[in-house]
T-cell receptor, first 119, second 115 residues
């Protein structure tokens, strides 16, 4: 149980175009989904937190107009990188957590990541 | 402010040797603690977690971790390392204020395994 998928796993796009990444919780309802960015040989940087049916909460320094997040249902969140530039090239990882309260609600289940390359 | 420190950036051990990866946290109350493993080009997999109770927790793949409140530590151990354990390991802490369920991650420790 607790499987999270991401699509696509790899994407190459041209500078100036937009790219959409999907994150799905396959066998559970996710109250909250998180989007991280990971640079080579570095830890995860939280970009934003999205709750189903409400606007995402962005971390300081993350451009909300550039990284559009939509959490349309309890099993799907999307990250759209708009007008992508080479500096947006990175590994993007999503995670999801259970609907509920208590310590178990802090347990995050991660997707396999999406490698974005902007040429 | 809450923080997680993994003092070792890179550790190399021989296959079959024991392993200990260090993790220290800064948090005012009892935190929720996690260890995740990441293989190259992959997402993170949960190894084990501590919420309360027994301070020695068992996880998957033969890993265990011990919560030591006096030392603010949650070190990961494995008695005999396998070559397939080579990966990046992240310690994370949650449970601080707010309702978002955010985790704070350490910078990670890369484990290399010598044959």
């Amino acid at each position: 149980g607790a499987v999270v998928s991401q699509h696509p796993s790899r994407v190459i796009c041209k500078s100036g175009t937009s790219v959409k990444i999907e994150c799905r919780s396959l066998d559970f309802q996710a109250t909250t989904m998180f989007w991280y960015r990971q640079f080579p040989k570095q830890s995860l940087m939280l970009m934003a937190t999205s709750n189903e049916g409400s606007k995402a909460t962005y971390e300081q320094g993350v451009e909300k107009d550039k990284f559009l997040i939509n959490h349309a249902s309890l099993t799907l969140s999307t990250l759209t990188v708009t007008s992508a530039h080479p500096e947006d090239s990175s590994f993007y990882i999503c995670s999801a957590r259970w609907r509920g309260r208590g310590p178990s609600s802090y347990e995050q289940y991660f997707g396999p990541g999406t490698r974005l390359t902007v040429t | 402010a809450q923080s997680v420190t993994q003092p070792d950036i890179h550790i190399t051990v021989s296959e079959g040797a024991s392993l200990e990866l260090r993790c220290n946290y800064s948090y005012g109350a009892t935190p929720y603690l996690f260890w995740y493993v990441q293989s190259p080009g992959q997402g993170l997999q949960l190894l084990l977690k501590y919420f309360s109770g027994d301070t020695l927790v068992q996880g998957i793949k033969g890993f265990e971790a011990e919560f030591k409140r006096s030392q603010s530590s949650f070190n990961l151990r494995k008695p005999s390392v396998h070559w397939s354990d080579a990966a990046e390991y992240f310690c994370a802490v949650g449970g601080y204020g707010g309702s978002q369920g955010n985790l704070i991650f350490g910078k990670g420790t890369k484990l290399s395994v010598k044959p």
